[in-house]
């Protein structure tokens, strides 16, 4: 390989492992992912470095085209990088399937407390129908213990989790 071609791979190299370190800095990229990407910087940092070595080492593995070794390697690590994703999201979709179903238990209590309270205020004063919205007339006429209703539930299902 030309020493031009060298130069300037690590030269892409060191602007990649840049771009990387500054969206880590400035929390634009997380460090759980900057991990294999900063290694894949560093790969190209370091390859035209020691291509010489790398060829043997292809060569020496039975590859016929010396680069296939450095694709081979990309391809695994793009697929790292993916597979990393995929356990992200899918964790990230359990624990939003659980916040839905918790903010579903509980807008279902509030409803539960707000209707029976709504229900005895507009027994007691008809006029007042229509003016006020169901929580406003809740947070009024709230029992003492529908607050604490509500807190044991919500303790119930934070301590399920």
Do not use: C
């Not at 294999?36 to 790969?43: Q, Y």
């Not at 060829?55 to 990393?84: E, H, R, S, T």
């Not at 238990?105 to 209707?115: P, V």
């Amino acid at each position: 390989m030309a020493l031009r071609t060298r130069f300037f791979l690590v030269i892409v190299g060191l602007l990649v492992l840049g771009i990387v370190i500054n969206l880590v800095r400035t929390r634009k990229l997380q460090e759980r992912f900057a991990l294999l990407w900063l290694l894949a910087a560093g790969g190209l940092v370091i390859s035209p470095l020691i291509i010489d070595w790398l060829d043997q080492l292809a060569y020496a593995l039975g590859f016929d085209y010396p680069p296939g070794l450095l694709l081979l390697l990309a391809v695994v690590g793009l697929l790292l990088i993916l597979f990393q994703f995929s356990l992200h999201i899918s964790r990230y979709h359990e624990q939003i399937k659980i916040l839905t179903q918790e903010t579903a238990l509980l807008r279902h209590d509030l409803d539960e407390l707000i209707r029976p309270v709504g229900a005895k205020q507009s027994t007691d004063n008809p006029s007042s129908i229509g003016e006020s919205s169901d929580v406003e007339l809740a947070a009024k006429t709230q029992e003492p213990d529908a607050e604490e209703q509500i807190n044991s539930r919500y303790r119930t299902i934070s301590s399920e989790r």
